[in-house]
């Protein structure tokens, strides 16, 4: 069997299976020693592969084929991953282990340590690498190590190949190895964090910002989806921004370079430095940031609700720094002015309204939420209309907050707007009188919708449903759960409401819960092309158990073989029900 899998195993064949961009990564994997273990076993090859945590692969010839699967996300999906790659790899360059020269006693980090506290560092350093030269990570690990201890400079230029190392995309990262990017480029940051208690501030301010630039550079060549970006951006500006209070640089140096950075405006890197750096700059560094803050402010035109929004977008960078400075100063009459430059939506009014309220100048505030309202009488921004409604009740004048919130109903007959007519209303002590006049602009919504429809889809983004929806939602947030129930028999609701129906009604109504299920399962399963089956498989278990309670379990079995037989291509979807199959083949 060795033999035969060596000879199956040509770099073609791995590199056809894996693509251009797990071959490479799995070739450094296997390159790197992260291959933990090769064994024979089970007439095949396994293997334990570190990545960012431990996973087994297996490789084994059945039928003159090669047959592979790892346990990690994409291994997961039925792909030739990177730790199949590297197992493949290590498989076929299977070499005896080279003996190491004895010594006395093998060095540790704790005997590095007590080495460089001799003069001659160069010499023990060469010696701590020599040590560690068949091991990756524990070289880079003795490489910061000594170099913690060797001097800043020193240190900190570990610190920093250390970190480009781990920024660099060499083509482009997709979502399934972005966490694992993100958790190497994490632990590089973890080193400038340790050079910062070691007392290196001075050092590290613009190595911060040199990797910032690598990390703003790199992540356009990253599916960041799970945002980690933001993550290691907000690390390291707190790197930079303690080490600065700990540095104390030239404050006005200082300012010019953040201004810089918030004026290109990229990924928000040092957005709102005025605010946040105020200390660190003082009265001179703020200074300097306001005078360049100042020149670019004049080029920003004034808006109006008659203006638009075309162009503003190329000034919020300048618009975000003069907030930020006035938020510094403390002063809430230059927030407004700031503020006010552009009134050209709602939000903006409502924005000076909180600022007026938060300094306890209410009547200013309410003043300013409604000149909002009568610029932007239909359509306007909803916090506008709630901030308002406060402020009326603040005046004990709780019809016309209601009738605020009743306008913003009826623009968006939803769920949260009803939720929020009762909120206003019950504060009125009116509403069963609004709830009623709600319902029933609901039920007008959709006869109109209906009608309008004629048998044709209607958007499910459309606030004129055809369908109950609304009503279905209404009725559960209510707790009416019966009345839900009869509202989506009579007139459907949206798939994710049944769901809501089945879960709410299972324990007393299990004969309306189980079908529900099974057919949901189904229809996700059809729609599912992306090799995650979980949510198929759930709503599975839990039509199992409902069937099983009324002694229908031989029928879910056989609605269960069905969906099998009709989708057997769908390999992992019939790999979770094997793993799944003591909860869904109950006695």
């Given at each position: 069997?060795?033999?035969?899998?060596?000879?199956?195993?040509?770099?073609?064949?791995?590199?056809?299976?894996?693509?251009?961009?797990s071959y490479q990564r799995g070739f450094a994997y296997f390159s790197n020693g992260q291959v933990a273990s090769l064994d024979e076993s089970r007439g095949g090859v396994r293997a334990a592969v570190h990545g960012t945590q431990e996973y087994t692969v297996w490789l084994k010839i059945a039928g003159g084929e090669l047959e592979?699967?790892?346990?990690?996300?994409?291994?997961?999906?039925?792909?030739?991953?990177?730790?199949?790659?590297?197992?493949?790899?290590?498989?076929?360059?299977?070499?005896?282990?080279?003996?190491?020269?004895?010594?006395?006693?093998?060095?540790?980090?704790?005997?590095?340590?007590?080495?460089?506290?001799?003069?001659?560092?160069?010499?023990?350093?060469?010696?701590?690498?020599?040590?560690?030269?068949?091991?990756?990570?524990?070289?880079?690990?003795?490489?910061?190590?000594?170099?913690?201890?060797?001097?800043?400079?020193?240190?900190?230029?570990?610190?920093?190949?250390?970190?480009?190392?781990?920024?660099?995309?060499?083509?482009?990262?997709?979502?399934?190895?972005?966490?694992?990017?993100?958790?190497?480029?994490?632990?590089?940051?973890?080193?400038?964090?340790?050079?910062?208690?070691?007392?290196?501030?001075?050092?590290?301010?613009?190595?911060?910002?040199?990797?910032?630039?690598?990390?703003?550079?790199?992540?356009?060549?990253?599916?960041?989806?799970?945002?980690?970006?933001?993550?290691?951006?907000?690390?390291?500006?707190?790197?930079?921004?303690?080490?600065?209070?700990?540095?104390?640089?030239?404050?006005?140096?200082?300012?010019?370079?953040?201004?810089?950075?918030?004026?290109?405006?990229?990924?928000?890197?040092?957005?709102?430095?005025?605010?946040?750096?105020?200390?660190?700059?003082?009265?001179?560094?703020?200074?300097?940031?306001?005078?360049?803050?100042?020149?670019?402010?004049?080029k920003v035109p004034v808006r109006t609700s008659e203006s638009g929004r075309v162009e503003f977008g190329r000034h919020y960078a300048i618009t975000s720094m003069m907030e930020s400075l006035a938020r510094a100063s403390g002063d809430v009459e230059q927030l407004v002015a700031v503020i006010s430059r552009d009134l050209s939506?709602?939000?903006?009014?409502?924005?000076?309204?909180?600022?007026?309220?938060?300094?306890?100048?209410?009547?200013?505030?309410?003043?300013?939420?409604?000149?909002?309202?009568?610029?932007?009488?239909?359509?306007?921004?909803?916090?506008?209309?709630?901030?308002?409604?406060?402020?009326?009740?603040?005046?004990?004048?709780?019809?016309?907050?209601?009738?605020?919130?009743?306008?913003?109903?009826?623009?968006?007959?939803?769920?949260?707007?009803?939720?929020?007519?009762?909120?206003?209303?019950?504060?009125?002590?009116?509403?069963?009188?609004?709830?009623?006049?709600?319902?029933?602009?609901?039920?007008?919504?959709?006869?109109?919708?209906?009608?309008?429809?004629?048998?044709?889809?209607?958007?499910?983004?459309?606030?004129?449903?055809?369908?109950?929806?609304?009503?279905?939602?209404?009725?559960?947030?209510?707790?009416?759960?019966?009345?839900?129930?009869?509202?989506?028999?009579?007139?459907?609701?949206?798939?994710?409401?049944?769901?809501?129906?089945?879960?709410?009604?299972?324990?007393?109504?299990?004969?309306?819960?189980?079908?529900?299920?099974?057919?949901?399962?189904?229809?996700?399963?059809?729609?599912?092309?992306?090799?995650?089956?979980?949510?198929?498989?759930?709503?599975?278990?839990?039509?199992?158990?409902?069937?099983?309670?009324?002694?229908?379990?031989?029928?879910?079995?056989?609605?269960?073989?069905?969906?099998?037989?009709?989708?057997?291509?769908?390999?992992?979807?019939?790999?979770?029900?094997?793993?799944?199959?003591?909860?869904?083949?109950?006695?």
């Amino acid at each position: 069997m060795p033999d035969d899998l060596s000879n199956l195993l040509t770099d073609t064949l791995i590199r056809g299976l894996a693509g251009a961009q797990s071959y490479q990564r799995g070739f450094a994997y296997f390159s790197n020693g992260q291959v933990a273990s090769l064994d024979e076993s089970r007439g095949g090859v396994r293997a334990a592969v570190h990545g960012t945590q431990e996973y087994t692969v297996w490789l084994k010839i059945a039928g003159g084929e090669l047959e592979y699967s790892c346990d990690c996300p994409v291994g997961d999906d039925g792909a030739f991953c990177k730790h199949c790659v590297a197992t493949a790899l290590a498989w076929r360059n299977r070499a005896p282990k080279p003996q190491r020269r004895p010594t006395p006693k093998e060095p540790t980090i704790d005997d590095a340590g007590k080495l460089l506290k001799a003069e001659d560092k160069e010499t023990v350093v060469r010696m701590i690498l020599e040590w560690a030269k068949d091991d990756d990570r524990l070289r880079e690990r003795l490489i910061l190590y000594a170099a913690r201890r060797s001097g800043p400079e020193q240190a900190v230029a570990a610190a920093w190949r250390a970190f480009q190392k781990a920024v660099r995309v060499r083509d482009f990262i997709d979502y399934r190895e972005a966490s694992s990017w993100a958790h190497d480029v994490s632990e590089a940051i973890g080193t400038f964090e340790q050079l910062l208690h070691d007392g290196h501030a001075a050092a590290l301010i613009p190595r911060c910002e040199s990797a910032l630039r690598s990390l703003v550079g790199a992540i356009e060549s990253v599916d960041d989806s799970d945002g980690h970006f933001c993550t290691l951006r907000d690390d390291l500006e707190d790197i930079h921004l303690r080490a600065c209070q700990q540095a104390k640089p030239d404050p006005e140096e200082l300012a010019e370079r953040l201004f810089g950075w918030e004026l290109q405006g990229g990924f928000d890197v040092f957005a709102n430095a005025a605010e946040r750096y105020a200390k660190v700059l003082g009265t001179k560094g703020l200074n300097r940031f306001r005078q360049l803050a100042e020149v670019e402010w004049k080029k920003v035109p004034v808006r109006t609700s008659e203006s638009g929004r075309v162009e503003f977008g190329r000034h919020y960078a300048i618009t975000s720094m003069m907030e930020s400075l006035a938020r510094a100063s403390g002063d809430v009459e230059q927030l407004v002015a700031v503020i006010s430059r552009d009134l050209s939506s709602g939000y903006n009014y409502w924005r000076i309204a909180e600022a007026y309220q938060k300094a306890n100048r209410h009547d200013q505030a309410l003043e300013w939420a409604e000149k909002g309202l009568k610029a932007f009488p239909e359509r306007t921004d909803p916090r506008l209309r709630e901030f308002a409604a406060e402020e009326y009740h603040r005046r004990k004048r709780h019809e016309d907050a209601v009738q605020l919130l009743w306008t913003a109903f009826l623009e968006h007959p939803y769920l949260e707007t009803y939720q929020t007519l009762k909120k206003h209303a019950a504060k009125a002590g009116s509403w069963p009188q609004w709830r009623e006049r709600a319902l029933a602009e609901i039920r007008r919504s959709i006869a109109q919708a209906k009608e309008k429809a004629r048998g044709k889809p209607v958007p499910h983004w459309s606030s004129a449903r055809a369908d109950h929806s609304l009503l279905v939602e209404i009725f559960l947030f209510e707790r009416k759960g019966d009345e839900a129930w009869r509202e989506a028999g009579e007139g459907g609701c949206s798939a994710s409401l049944w769901l809501q129906l089945a879960a709410a009604r299972e324990q007393e109504h299990p004969e309306d819960a189980g079908p529900i299920y099974l057919e949901q399962a189904e229809a996700t399963l059809a729609q599912v092309s992306n090799g995650r089956y979980e949510e198929t498989v759930e709503l599975l278990v839990k039509a199992a158990k409902v069937m099983k309670r009324m002694d229908r379990s031989a029928a879910f079995v056989r609605h269960l073989e069905a969906l099998r037989a009709k989708y057997k291509i769908k390999r992992n979807f019939i790999k979770l029900v094997e793993k799944k199959r003591s909860s869904l083949y109950l006695a």
